[in-house]
Each structure stands twice: as C-alpha cells, then as structure tokens.
C-alpha cells in the first residue's frame, strides 16, 4: 500500500486502493467497477466521493505534489551546497517513487492511457517544477561562485531526465529494479557537471 496518510475517511480509502490496484494490476486499465469491487462499495459510492475516475487520478497527484513539494521546499531552506540539495531532492523523488510503486504508473502515464489530457499536463508540470527547482539551485551557485550559468537548464535537464528514467525503469521492470539501485554511484558523476 501507497504511504498516503490515513485519516479513516472513505474518500482515502478509495485512494489507498486505486494506488494499490495500480500496483498490483500491471498494465492493467482500472475500471471504477473494479474499483468499487475492491473498496466494498457500489459505483455510486464512489461517485458520491469523486465525481469522476479523473477526479480519483486527481486526488493521487494531489497527494504526491503535496509530499513531494513540501520536502523540496524544506530542503531549499536548509544551507547545504547546490550538489547537496539537488542530490537530497532527486533522493526524495526516487525514494518516494520505490515507497509508492502504484503511483509512478500514473507518474510515467501508463495508467492514464485514454484518460483525460489535463491529468498528463498536470503530470508534466509536477515534474517540470522539480527541473525548475533544479535549474535555479545550480543557476544561483554558478552567479554566486561568477561562473557562468547558461547552461542550468541543461544540467538540470540531464539530471531529471536520468531520474525519470530510473522511475520507468522500475515501472518497465514491474517494480522489480528499485529507482535507488545504483543512484549514489550514478550522482558522482552528474554532480561534477554542477
């Protein structure tokens, strides 16, 4: 089961079993039938709580922007070197990503397949934000230290491009290669180029 915070409600548990259902029905399309099968309720039970199956993806990508940002706005205040806080908020996202296997199938847009188009933008932008943090931690080190910083957003697209991958990977894998595996090793040399 997905790390979602518990709070007894229906509302959640429909949630902590849509994430569940993603992760252990690989390539699998979830249905709300389905879904209401698993939670014990009828189809209008769900409905009552999400008017739509989007509106459930919604709620998951709300739950991982909420963990995810609020980390990354933590560490952004912490006084570590740009190559430190870089390496502790791509830590953060592939850590979440191995804790919440179900979630990074919608992350990587194999669950949202024939789902509603806003659910993939929002999905880009969730991961475009975290590029764009990246870009200013190294932007604002290379103006502090006088060096040249035109090319941030190429280290920073170098660096989440190699953490999406790892993300596929794991989804590829059926959740059988860990994002972590290797990741320590991996930083040493992308951290040079920041």
Same mark, same amino acid.
């Given at each position: 089961?997905?790390?979602?915070?518990?709070?007894?409600? &229906?509302?959640?548990?429909?949630?902590?079993?849509?994430?569940?259902?993603?992760?252990?029905?690989?390539?699998?399309?979830?249905?709300?039938?389905?879904?209401?099968?698993?939670?014990?309720?009828?189809?209008?039970?769900?409905?009552?709580?999400?008017?739509?199956?989007?509106?459930?993806?919604? =709620? $998951?990508?709300?739950?991982?922007?909420?963990?995810?940002?609020?980390?990354?706005?933590?560490?952004?205040?912490?006084?570590?070197?740009?190559?430190?806080?870089?390496?502790?908020?791509?830590?953060? $996202?592939?850590?979440?990503?191995?804790?919440?296997? =179900?979630?990074?199938?919608?992350? *990587?847009?194999?669950?949202?397949?024939?789902?509603?188009?806003?659910? &993939?933008?929002?999905?880009?932008?969730?991961?475009?934000?975290?590029?764009? #943090?990246?870009? #200013?931690?190294?932007?604002?080190?290379?103006?502090?230290?006088?060096?040249?910083?035109?090319?941030?957003?190429?280290? !920073? %697209?170098?660096? *989440?491009?190699? !953490?999406? =991958?790892?993300?596929?990977?794991?989804?590829?894998? =059926?959740?059988?290669?860990?994002?972590?595996? %290797?990741?320590?090793?991996?930083?040493?040399?992308?951290?040079?180029?920041?």
């Amino acid at each position: 089961m997905p790390a979602i915070k518990k709070s007894g409600s &229906r509302r959640q548990e429909i949630l902590e079993c849509l994430a569940h259902m993603l992760e252990t029905e690989l390539g699998a399309r979830i249905t709300t039938a389905r879904l209401a099968k698993e939670v014990g309720v009828s189809e209008a039970a769900l409905y009552r709580h999400f008017p739509s199956k989007a509106k459930m993806f919604e =709620g $998951l990508l709300e739950f991982v922007e909420d963990s995810v940002f609020s980390r990354i706005t933590l560490i952004s205040k912490e006084k570590k070197s740009s190559v430190d806080s870089i390496q502790l908020i791509i830590n953060l $996202l592939l850590g979440f990503a191995q804790k919440n296997p =179900g979630i990074c199938r919608l992350l *990587m847009g194999d669950a949202l397949i024939g789902e509603q188009e806003r659910l &993939r933008e929002r999905v880009v932008q969730f991961f475009d934000r975290i590029e764009t #943090q990246i870009k #200013q931690i190294i932007r604002d080190a290379r103006i502090e230290q006088r060096r040249d910083h035109l090319d941030s957003a190429i280290i !920073a %697209n170098a660096i *989440m491009a190699t !953490a999406e =991958g790892k993300i596929q990977q794991f989804v590829r894998s =059926g959740f059988k290669r860990m994002p972590t595996e %290797n990741w320590n090793e991996q930083w040493r040399y992308l951290a040079n180029s920041v």
